[in-house]
């Protein structure tokens, strides 16, 4: 018994299936910790990573970059490329100097970045978001000192120390916490992309009363009508994130959206339309992204448009995709902003920063197509309806007894294609059903919970 137990066979027999055990235990760990922020809440968040700051940038990481709605405007192919190219997310959104002294009045020889947005592995770690409240003040959240020890002064700095970092990767970051001025260092660890954007937030007292004015309003209708778009409820299109390490223009990121809102308030919207102008609707790669992930000539300058939203879709512009077969659909280079060349997603920072909605640029693209370069004209649009816009659907919802007819929408701008959809529903059922449908869906998560720990 003793020399077959200890036979090099044996042996290796015995480390192969530990390693083999150590490698499932991984794994369910990894399973759990994906939909760990499933259960806990209630009501479903896809952080668009709201929120940028006053002039300056944001990291890729802070941003979710591909969520379930945007997979209906450019396909659910597109997720996959953007996976390719990100890594792990901290789950902040930090604002510059100007906007943590100038706007949030915090004092300035407090040093670091005052964060306005929390999500995945930051919210799970406690860190606090500033956010405005009822009476009009601000809730001051925590300040970003330190990554890993490095001393962060501007968002480009989160850029640098976080943007090579994996999904498990372990971060120590130094906060303050502006409530009782007390310096804190917490351990986090980068989460998945796609888990950070499918998180369910905890319903809070808000969003459940602002529910409950909404179904006020829908039994309020004039003989139980109301008008049914054929995109499905809670629809809209987002700006995407940005590629490979480098940094995107607070105008090319959808900042809050009404999801965002069931986590911080309605109020934070309001505070941040305060210090955002107007929006581009464009996200744009760095060198990296368009050279060696899309593999686009070096010979091409310009920055490669990974996602298009509002005024950008509304110019024609086009977005570099994945198609069906695994191959690229390379879409349009931003090359120049009112004759200035673009290098960098900075640039389109600097460049757009500080206009508001309704003043036009005009930007200069190389169709990739067929290598034509055209001169556009773009009306920058108004942030929130960027955020609101509703992407087309590839197929349209059946709704019993509707009728379809044309509205003097302009063509794509709701997505709708210029239609609505007509139905007669009774406000009592439709409140009955919805009632039903949050009882499943907690019924589900419920089941979901059974199935991870029993």
Known sequence: FFSCFFHPAARMARCLYARRQTQLQASNLRSVEIHLSELLGTSKLEPDADLGDLGGTITMNEVAKIDKDIQGALGCSARRSWEEIHGGTLGVAVGNKAAMHEFAKVDKDIQGLLIFGVAGPARLAGLKATQRMKDGSLSLGDVLQEVNGAVVNEPADVVRLTATMKPGEQVRLKVLHLSNKRTETVKVMLGRVDSVVQEKAPQTVEAKNRNAEVRKQQKQQQQGSRLQTSAPHGFDSRAL???????????????????????????????????????????????????????????????????????????????????????????????????????????????????????????????????????????????????????????????????????????????????????????????????????????????????FFG
């Open 241 to 451: 994130g940005a590629a490979a390490g480098g940094t995107l223009s607070i105008n090319e990121v959808a900042k809050v959206d009404t999801d965002i809102q069931r986590a911080l308030g309605v109020s934070q919207r309001r505070s941040w339309q305060e210090i955002h102008g107007g929006t581009l609707g464009v996200a744009v790669g760095n060198k990296a992204a368009m050279h060696e992930f899309a593999k686009v000539d070096k010979n091409i300058q310009g920055l490669l448009i990974f996602g298009v939203a509002g005024p950008a879709r509304l110019a024609g512009l086009k977005a570099t995709q994945r198609m069906k077969d695994g191959s690229l659909s390379l879409g349009d280079v931003l090359q120049e902003i009112n004759g200035t060349v673009l290098n960098t997603p900075e640039d389109v920072v600097r460049l757009t920063a500080t206009m508001k909605a309704g003043e036009q640029v005009s930007v200069k693209v190389l169709h990739l197509s067929d290598q034509r370069t055209e001169t556009v004209k773009v009306t920058l649009g108004r942030v929130d309806s960027v955020v609101q816009e509703k992407a087309p659907k590839k197929q349209e919802r059946e709704q019993p007894q509707g009728s379809l007819f044309q509205t003097g929408a302009q063509h794509g701008i709701d997505g709708t294609d210029g239609h609505v959809r007509l139905a007669k529903v009774d406000s009592n059922q439709e409140e009955k059903a919805l009632e039903e449908e949050e009882q499943q869906q907690q019924q589900q998560q419920q089941e979901q919970a059974q199935g």
